[in-house]
Nanobody
Framework: QVQLVESGGGLVQAGGSLRLSCAAS????????MGWFRQAPGKAREVVGS????????YYADSVKGRFTIARDNAKNTVYLQMNSLKPEDTAVYYC????????????????????WGQGTQVTVSS
């Protein structure tokens, strides 16, 4: 059973930066894809990006491409979401998630692709 804990959310002004962390425990994540999702009030949960531990392949949604960066620290079993040039429309609860990925050949971009979820961390961007 994989346990995921997000941290690093907060309040930031437009144009600022935040770095979110997702620490995983309860088993190896070396054969998984880790995803970042976000959900604004009244809206569906949407993918931000993902990283495959199997292949290293990284995916970014068009809405964040060029502004957000996913990175990993294998020694700490942690994946990061570096968010730069933040906009008010980035305001949401951000979640990390995990699912098995044995081939590393597919981008998992749907919320229902993922089995394990963190509790979420609030990101608020003021104008």
């Amino acid at each position: 059973q994989v346990q995921l804990v997000e941290s690093g959310g907060g309040l930031v002004q437009a144009g600022g930066s935040l770095r979110l962390s997702c620490a995983a425990s309860g088993g190896t994540i070396s054969r998984n894809t880790m995803g970042w999702f976000r959900q604004a009030p009244g809206k569906a949960r949407e993918v931000v990006g993902s990283i495959s531990w199997t292949s290293g392949r990284i995916y970014y949604a068009d809405s964040v491409k060029g502004r957000f960066t996913i990175a990993r620290d294998n020694a700490k079993n942690t994946v990061y979401l570096q968010m730069n040039s933040l906009k008010p429309e980035d305001t949401a609860v951000y979640y990390c998630a995990a699912r098995p990925d044995y081939s590393g050949s597919y981008y998992y971009t749907r919320a229902d692709d993922y089995e394990y979820w963190g509790q979420g961390t609030q990101v608020t961007v003021s104008s």
